[in-house]
């Protein structure tokens, strides 16, 4: 267990009072009191909400021990606080364990070792306050500080009724809410859009979860999750339409995209009409239930917060049709945030003309979510929609070539091969599960689907009109929101250019901006035990949302990222990539040097024996370790570089750029390229393991989560992969433009692998591999392509620090 | 998708008609109608809580397609009822998708293939009610019934307050009551124990939620779960006291372990001190949250039931300490029914002479929970204690010895290598988490913990006077209790021997008893798709616990067991294992034969090369390979004998009996035995995939779920253990005696494997495997050690059907 908060503030004494007195651990007649031993005392009682006598609470602090020979109430009836005594407490409150975690004789070095804040000299009132102050604001063994974890046992639970107004303490939101009250409302947007082509605007259904609280008064803001997902998918059928990966790859006819003209094409049709409003009401007519929440939207709803989930054009009880990530898609999203600011009708049902406001709404939102959901809050925030303050993208989209397509190559997402933008939008076309629904659609569903399998254009793998109109890159000038981006180094479902890329183009906007990179793949992170996440979003959505002034966007690192090696282990940076340092190699067989080289030429060819191939296609895993270990069957299949064992650690950051002179035996050829740390070592696991079942309150009697880290693995590894990219060869200059390939003619490129944040230790080595198929991603013909490549024309250069 | 349902009940039209006017879906009105149609649109609205309007409502009904062409409100304008539309809209009401799951021009085909209960005919109002009546009772594609997913959005949201009793329909106790109103409550209760050696009774902690209705004068039942995990564990301890694996067997000095002499060895000590009662009360003093809950307790809160938790003697909050599996444990257990059925004290906080009754309880009480807490209940079930009506034990142990040894060996729980009954008394004595509390038995714990591991006998491993004091069978004949047993049929940490002992002890015992035998490890059920176990639970309990007359103890079927080669299949039968149907095999070199054998010798050697030994203590899985694989590095390590493919299937069920001639180099010797299924298969994976994230509701507003169930591997094996044993060949008699073993000579032994019921597919051959070191449970000495068996003297005798 390490401690890592980003959002603790450490204010002046004289706040810490008034915020003391806010919660109602302090009053005036505890301020009065001169002798700290019995400040303290009166300070631990509260730390146990649940003992509703003076019985039970002593009981609890004859439960805690002082030293090693007296508990809590033996010391405190004849002894005066310490700095020991105080902390051998205080880690009990934060749930270590006596003689298992920490020794009574000595707590101090167990704060040093974890990381936990402590103070020295704690001997009178001002010092147990100021402690406790900072105390209440700790994580725990579960990563959650100890006020939520107090709120979780019932603190706020007889706080004053009606709560009229959020409660802030340390700059955040607390659960004084009772999410027990909450009301949870169904009603329909119109949008701007007819994408199901019946003369009508469509209506999206838009789910909101509100404090019982607004009802009386209180205006809200609102954390909006455009989530596709949230009213079920079709998998069946996204299943039977997933793409055959055993194609051969094909030579494509030179030329360039025409990404601009197109435009002019699309028909002219006639407006749709605005459904007439004949009434106004404040009182929806449908609830809900079930709905799939996001624990970080959960956690804000006992705090002060409304939370709303819209899945879109296309979804279950919507109108319209799903468009895999296309500007209609956006546009009904920013239109659902729309109608939370008063500019867009929505009504109580599909098939009503009463009209319903967001009127308990105070016109500051946010958008959260992961993958998809994060991709569509980028993709709002490129609008400049009025009342978008923030998002929280996770693992989103910024161009959805880079999601499919790498460099005029077909390029699954990792784990998804044979899925495409068609695949997507039918998966998520939830409306076909309403089936008297659907019938109304089927046709003009079916012919949509069929033209996003035409735009997508498998055939090419080019960077075309299609995907031009789903990179939301273009219009990033245009964000007015500030931007929070998270995303996991080891996701190779959304693969970090996407968030590289954004991170780039956000550089010279005039907002707020910062980025967490993890260890993770495509997950969420608020429940990981070695980061404040949950706590830094909310320091962050309170000033966003709320306007508190709690200097979060001066607090809040700009850039955070996980360590590769030791477990828990944060980074503070403020850039991703500096050209100024780069490690440059050159190429001899089988190593990568930094010498100059003798011109020299290996070739591999990429067809294999049909039962390895096989094998192969079976069991991806068994690939994986044949393309990095030597001597395996995929021996004479790829090369690989290795440099000699690294005499200092280096991290690596930012885009790998590798120049390479190639030629192939055909007029067509694709290449991949791997970068890898090669050295045996205990690495993090790919996912992180549960370390308390249920150990996170989010508030009292409301939502529970597993508290969760990256632990090392038991055994260790020879390798791990840093990074790889993809590319057609006939792509060589850019996805966009098709050149022509001349069977074994030598032709120079320079290519970029995915961004990476990788520390890289001594005596690793770096290994770089070269090969064509990627049985996870690439398409997997089989065809007997030798490629060759001239060594002393080819170049490796890492960014680095 | 299958529905596999065993608590439906199928009345008569008259009690149909009955249970819907209970539940509101019909009413006097309703039934004067003559149109069939008429009343199936009034049965089919209301299965849409959430629409709070006649305008949403109209939209549901247009979102189900009825036809092909039309919706349901477009065919019930003109059209009449007919089974087609009736189970077109049906199906989606039950969540499946038109199209993808079924086809509109025939929902019966489906209903047929997935065993969905349905009616022919369905032309007027009879049909109507009774189909529909069905419906309510038939499991969706989440695997809950529809009138449990209608509750979930709200069905009974509206339900007459205050609720002043259980409802019941089709047999099962509805989720009527409001579980945001639940009472949580901590009591203490006095035992009739000193463990703590303090000179007075050891109070336990007793956690309870209890319907707060109950405040207004409704008696409730009790799902009571002893669960020593519940307040927490010391892992870190435990992990720090785990037994080294690698160390030699050593010979034991022959002998006779003497099970009842040492009774008279028990120091009389000092009667503890009860504690006076000065006054009683009926408002408890110290609430409660986070309780780690069971879901299937979680399930029954909002259904009339009240939970109770308590994790006993030497847990946290409590007095006394941790004895693993004594009879003291089970007497802490016991009591607390004594007070809840209001033969024991109870008092407010630990400190307090406050007496506190269960005064809200209609002293009904079930025992529930899996592992160490289905132990406990088992363990109670065994004192014969009133109010006990039935325990539901989940992968139960019956005796303590068969779950940390084996015939004269330790043998540790599959996945625990170590563990031993020390580790997990010091992993379960929470009251270390007190700190304060702690330091008072910090000493007489450490000496209790020195008396177990004296106790437990490592060296010995035989079934010492410690081992029979944790042996429950020995007192089964006193249950009372209705006993229902669930166990996975791939469980090794509890094995199966733990379960069939105690279901063979049951046979002859005056009491309802039923059997769940699942394909799982170590697992809950409650979730699983194909099994409606949480509604056979439901007719059990409000059976035995309200007294409900549903004839449970009919319908359910004495004997339930999951198919192992197709997935969500279960079959009935009412027994395990006959002896009449037994498949003999001799052995030859290599082979399972049926004739008469001659005499041949073969042996093996135990010892490994070291780098071998090694890797195989690294990687468990790489030795489970190489075990049963031909020609892999435990080629001269063991014997595999392989019957002939099989020429009809068969299934084999009980205990399999080898019967040995064999000799070993050395004065001492092991031998490990294990039954495979050969053949290349799809099998089912080892635990069960998620099918819907939190796709089950277990009440309106209350926890969710995920279902969950076993999918075939996407790739066949070729093989699977069926069932493995091990023994010490000096206890080739008794686990309690120790027999001289000479070097190099040949002794004749019967030895029985772990119980079995397996379906041995047409074609697969049955394999033998004969090995000593089990690299997952027995010690690892890796010493020079051969054994020979004659193999016309060994002879494996099967009970199958």
Redesign the interface.
């Known amino acids: 267990m390490r401690n890592n908060q980003f959002a603790r503030l450490e204010p002046d004494l004289a706040t810490k009072i008034t915020e003391l007195k806010r919660i109602k651990f302090l009053n005036e007649s505890l301020l009065q009191l001169t002798d700290a031993t019995k400040l303290w005392r009166a300070l631990v009682i509260k730390a146990f909400p ?4 003076l ?2 609470q ?2 609890k ?6 030293t ?6 033996q010391f405190t009836a004849h002894a005066t606080v310490n700095s020991v005594a105080f902390y ?1 407490v205080a880690l ?1 409150l934060l ?1 270590f ?5 920490f020794s ?1 004789a000595d707590p101090i070095t167990f704060c040093q070792k974890t990381n936990l804040p402590y103070q020295n000299q704690i001997d009178n009132c001002q010092s147990v306050i100021s402690a406790w102050y900072d105390l209440l604001n700790t994580s725990n063994q579960q990563g959650q500080v100890l006020l939520d974890r107090l709120a ?3 603190y706020f639970a007889d706080w004053p009724q009606p709560v009229t107004q959020p409660l802030f303490f340390n700059g955040k939101a607390q659960p004084v809410f009772a999410t ?1 009250k909450l009301r ?1 409302e ?1 009603v329909y947007v119109e949008t701007e859009l007819d994408t199901d082509q019946d003369g009508k605007f469509d209506l999206v259904k838009v789910d909101l979860i509100r404090p019982a609280e607004t009802d009386t008064g209180l205006k809200v803001p609102v954390l909006f999750t455009a989530s596709p997902y949230n009213q079920g998918t ?1 998998e ?2 996204a299943e039977q339409l997933m793409h055959k990966m055993d194609v051969p790859l094909q030579s494509k006819q030179p030329g360039i995209e025409n990404l601009t003209a197109a435009a002019a094409n699309v028909a002219a049709t006639t407006e749709p009409i605005s459904r007439e409003i004949t009434s106004t009401t404040t009182i ?7 709905e ?1 929440s996001y624990r970080l939207n959960d956690y804000f709803l006992a705090r002060g917060f409304a939370v709303v989930y819209s899945a879109g054009i296309g979804t279950k ?1 919507s109108d319209g049709l799903r468009t895999c990530g296309s500007a209609a898609e956006t546009k009904g999203a920013k239109n659902v945030i729309e109608w939370l600011t008063g500019q867009r009708a929505a009504f ?5 003309t009463q009209a319903i406001t967001a009127w308990w709404c105070n016109g500051a939102i946010a958008m959260t979510g992961k993958s998809y959901l994060g991709t569509l809050a980028t993709a709002v925030a490129t609008t400049g929609v009025a009342g978008l303050k923030t998002i929280i993208a996770e693992a989103a989209i910024s161009s959805w070539y880079d999601y499919y397509r790498d460099h005029g190559l077909v390029v699954a997402p990792g784990g998804f091969p044979g899925e495409d933008a068609d695949v997507l939008a039918l998966e998520c076309f939830s409306r ?9 659609v089927k046709q003009v569903a079916a012919e949509q689907l069929a033209a996003i399998t035409t735009g997508q254009d498998r055939n090419s793998g080019n960077y075309n009109l299609f995907w031009d109109q789903r990179n939301y890159l273009k219009d990033m000038q245009q964000i007015k929101a500030d931007v929070i981006l998270v995303h996991g180094l080891n996701d190779w479902n959304v693969k970090l250019r996407n968030v590289y890329q954004t991170w780039q183009k956000l550089q010279n906007l005039p907002i707020q901006k910062k980025l967490i990179l993890h260890q993770g793949q495509h997950i969420y992170i608020n429940n990981l035990r070695s980061l404040d996440f949950t706590d830094m979003m909310n320091l962050w959505l309170s000033h966003e949302l709320y306007g508190l002034t709690n200097h979060a966007e001066q607090i809040l690192p700009e850039i955070l990222v996980q360590d590769n090696t030791t477990p828990e282990k944060w980074h503070t940076t403020d850039y991703w990539q500096s050209d100024k340092n780069q490690l440059s190699f050159n190429f001899v067989p089988n190593k990568l040097v930094t010498q100059p080289v003798e011109p020299t030429v290996c070739s591999f060819n990429d067809q294999l024996p049909a039962t390895v191939f096989d094998r192969y296609q ?2 991806l895993s068994s690939w994986e370790h044949d393309l990095l270990q030597a001597g395996s069957d995929m021996e004479k299949h790829r090369l690989i570089f290795k440099s000699a064992p690294l005499t200092k650690a280096v991290t690596l950051r930012g885009v790998p750029r590798v120049t390479l002179k190639t030629a192939v035996n055909q007029n067509y050829g694709l290449l991949s390229l791997m970068l890898v740390d090669y050295g045996m070592a205990r690495r993090l696991q790919a996912a992180p393991s549960v370390l308390a ?2 150990g996170i ?1 989010l508030g ?2 409301w939502q ?1 989560e597993n508290a969760v880290d990256f632990k090392l693995a038991a ?1 260790p590894s020879p390798w791990k992969m840093i990074t790889k990219g993809h590319l057609n060869l006939q792509n060589r200059q850019h996805a966009w433009q098709v050149d022509e390939l001349k069977p074994n003619t030598y032709y120079s490129l320079t290519t970029e692998l995915q961004p990476m944040f990788y520390h890289l230790p001594v005596g690793h080595q770096l290994g770089l591999i070269v090969y064509a198929t990627d049985f996870g991603m690439t398409i997997r013909g089989n065809q007997n392509l030798t490629y060759s490549l001239a060594l002393d024309a080819c170049h490796l250069k890492l960014p680095n620090s």
């Open positions: 649940q003992a509703k006598t019985a039970i002593q009981v602090l004859a439960g805690l021990a002082a090693a020979t007296e508990d809590f109430l051998n009990q749930d364990t006596v003689d298992s975690d009574l979780g046992d019932g027990a949870y169904t079709n069946k059928d929806a007519q449908e609830m809900f239930t079930g799939f009880d109580v049902s599909r098939n009503s076909k599960q309403t089936g008297g629904d659907y019938l109304k079976k069991d079942v249920r309150q009292y009697n529970e055994q």
